[in-house]
Structure formats: C-alpha cells, structure tokens
C-alpha cells in the first residue's frame, strides 16, 4: 500500500477440445481496484497474450462475510463497461468499472468482480466433442470509499503515505479438535492477510509456526474470519501473530 507499483495477474488457461489445442493467456491488471470519494470509477485493463480469441463476461457483486464465509449479491451501485468482451491474440481491452451510487457514507463498501471465460460462439457441443473445454473464472477485489478514506498511493494526488486508512485487528485460538485462529477487523477498511505466522519475533524463520505462506485471505471492515490450523500445531498462547498486508510490505503484528 505505501509504494507504487503495477499489479498484475498473469493466469495461463488451457483450452483442449476439437479444433482448439492451444492455450489462452490472459493478462489483468492492476488486480486490487479502488475508488475513492473523488473518484467516478476505476480502469481494469485486460491482455490476450494467447493465440486464439478470449471471449468474457464481466460482473459486479457485493462482498459481505457472515459466518466466516464470503457471501455474493447482486448490486447497482458500480457497473462494468462493456459487460461482455471480446479480446483476439495479442490485443489488449479497457474495462471500466463505474460507480452509479452515491458515495459510501463511512468507511468501505466492498465488492467483488467476477471475470468468466466464455466458450467460442463456435464451440461444438460437449457430445460432438474430442475432448473436455476448460473455461476459467477469475475473481478481483473492488473497493469503494467514504471521504478521507484511502488507501491506495496515487499518481494524480501526492499524499503521506503515513495517512493512509489501516485495519485494526485482533486474533483469537479456539482449540477444538480442529485449532481455529480467528481474526478481527475493527477497523473501517478490509485487511488483506499474507504470509501469517506465530512466533516471538517478527521473523518467518525455521522456528516460527507457520499459518499460510502467501494470500491467506481478507477480512472486511467490521468482520471476523476464521482460519484453520494443523492439527500438530503448537502451542501459541505465548507467541505473537504477525502477518503482512501486501505481499512486499512489511512484517506487522496483530494484538
């Protein structure tokens, strides 16, 4: 969050069916989308490094956790231009995700976009079919956000980046014959948890306990997930828990 950088998601799909062997590769970026208060909306661009056309529909859902489960529903309040798309080899398309409702009161409204790869107009049935056709989906966070709410660098508005709007959490274990570790967000934006451990330092070495190396998940403001953890795990009443919240930021403990 505190540098500037292009995020990317380079996914590689495979295609095999009767006249289509070769593979679709798409480029999308930046994967983590915001709009903030000033905002009208945010560019997702898409790339087709493939050698076949990639045909999509994009749609937008509203992201809610309840019960320590990500729930999806229909919304208004950002749309896709255009919804569906379609990309040939080498070319490159400009989503833009525009916010048709008012500006969020407080806080963060989180969303997520759905991206599905539809199959060719010309595909044959599954019966006439040599083989299965794969159609992948991809799924992006978009967040939305009240004024003075940000967290994202941007070019067009310099800024300290020590202002930035920052989760607050806690954590809990539950040991039950499956150890839980649930986390907390008591904070007005959502935390994306990356690289979780236990350990007495905040140093992810041989000694620390680890939960997940790379993207464990994301709590939303005001919400609770939980987590499991092995069995053998250890004892972790008198470690701390550490975590980062991009991928090449820094190590920070959770209280």
Known sequence: ???IRLLALFITIFCVGKSNAAGNALLVWPILQTIEADQSGSALWLENRG???IHLQVRIFSWQQRGSQDHYADQTEVVASP????????QKQLVRLIRTGAVPRSDEQAYRIILDQLPPSSASSPKDSAGLQLQMRYVLPLFTYAQGVW????????RDA?????????????RQTQPQLTITNHGQVHARLTDVFFAKQPILDGSAVVVNKGLLGYVLAGQSMTFPLPKSSQDVSTLHLYAKLEDNGQIIALR
């Open 151 to 158: 967290t994202q660098p941007r070019t067009d508005k310099p």
């Open 51 to 53: 050698d076949s056309d």
């Open 162 to 174: 020590a202002t930035a709007t920052t989760p607050a959490l806690s954590w809990s274990v539950a």
């Open 1 to 3: 969050m505190k540098i």
């Open 83 to 90: 919804p569906f798309i379609d990309i040939p080899p080498r």
